[in-house]
T-cell receptor, first 114, second 112 residues
Framework: SQTIHQWPATLVQPVGSPLSLECTVE??????LYWYRQAAGRGLQLLFY??????ISSEVPQNLSASRPQDRQFILSSKKLLLSDSGFYLC?????????????FGDGTRLSIL | DQQVKQNSPSLSVQEGRISILNCDYT??????FLWYKKYPAEGPTFLIS?????DKNEDGRFTVFLNKSAKHLSLHIVPSQPGDSAVYFC???????????FGQGTRLTINP
């Protein structure tokens, strides 16, 4: 069966520090991969998605970037964190190329910026 | 522009009764709709979905209804159980794009 792993589960970072969140998927090949953010009291906002290695689409201009160095690895990064980057970050995957398939989420990373 | 809206931030239902969660959307191009359930400090878990060619989909205690003319979908949970207490998100996408647009969520509380 497929599983998705995100780490760390919780992270506290000072303003201006760099960020790297990692997500890996097991049990499937060539997945679509996604990064979402949930700000306090709000729904999930799509940040980035990827349909293959090195292929990244950005949905919202911001202080963050994403990379996909391997088929089942998706990384969210920032060079300098802002207070507004605080939130709950979720990675998700779905089956590539199949119509009407749900996305499956990891357990998320709670990021607090001080 | 909030394309998917859940106008009730919270809902409280007695155990054993029916829970009805509602969701409205504005984009008529959406053709696939999903419901997710989320516990605190966990990622959302996929519950049930419906394609725009249908108006109802059922899976055990969960049924999703789609009213395309009203651009409205609802999730019915019967009977409601304490373990159903969670935040429920509806989501929509179009054209197999897989880019989900989420509502703000509704916190469901099941009271014993």
């Amino acid at each position: 069966s497929q599983t998705i792993h995100q780490w760390p589960a919780t992270l506290v970072q000072p303003v201006g520090s760099p960020l790297s969140l990692e997500c890996t998927v097991e049990g499937t090949s060539n997945p679509n991969l996604y990064w979402y953010r949930q700000a306090a009291g709000r729904g999930l906002q799509l940040l980035f998605y990827s349909v293959g290695i090195g292929q990244i689409s950005s949905e919202v201009p911001q202080n963050l970037s994403a990379s996909r160095p391997q088929d089942r690895q998706f990384i969210l990064s920032s060079k300098k964190l802002l207070l507004s980057d605080s939130g709950f970050y979720l990675c998700a995957w779905s089956v590539l190329g199949q119509y009407n398939q749900p996305q499956h989420f990891g357990d998320g990373t709670r990021l607090s910026i001080l | 522009d909030q394309q998917v809206k859940q106008n009730s931030p919270s809902l409280s239902v007695q155990e054993g009764r029916i829970s009805i969660l509602n969701c409205d959307y504005t984009n008529s191009m959406f053709d696939y709709f999903l419901w997710y359930k989320k516990y605190p400090a966990e990622g959302p878990t996929f519950l049930i979905s419906i394609s725009s060619i249908k108006d109802k989909n059922e899976d055990g205690r969960f049924t999703v209804f789609l009213n395309k003319s009203a651009k409205h979908l609802s999730l019915h949970i019967v009977p409601s159980q304490p373990g159903d207490s969670a935040v429920y998100f509806c989501a929509a996408t179009r054209g197999g794009a897989q880019k989900l647009v989420f509502g703000q969520g509704t916190r469901l509380t099941i009271n014993p």
